[in-house]
């Protein structure tokens, strides 16, 4: 088994993170020249934007599973846009009221 460097290890966890966000491996000379930090930081960022992708295609699919129940197409709204959305609203049934 072979020791890797911090640098080394940073490298690689970017350029896997780097690949499943993208599709490619990056291809930057800075990686390999720049401070450790800026290498830490794009590591930090190169995951967190990973995992927002992976939270945007769940919402997608739960949206298209939810659609498909119901036999129709999935509406193309973020959640935002909705008019109880933000701070102070909520759902009550008719029933209820």
């Known amino acids: 088994m072979t020791n890797l460097t911090e640098r080394e290890e940073l ?45 945007r295609e769940r919402e997608q699919e739960r949206a298209e599973r939810l659609a498909a129940e119901r036999g129709c197409e999935p509406a193309e709204v973020e959640p935002e846009s909705f008019p109880t959305a933000g701070d102070g609203w909520s759902f009550t049934p008719a029933e209820a009221a």
């Open 11 to 55: 490298i690689s966890a970017y350029s896997d993170g780097y690949k499943d966000w993208a599709g490619f491996r990056p291809r930057d000379r800075a990686l390999y020249e720049g401070p450790i930090e800026e290498l830490r930081a794009a590591v930090d960022w190169v995951y967190k934007a990973l995992a927002e992708e992976m939270e």
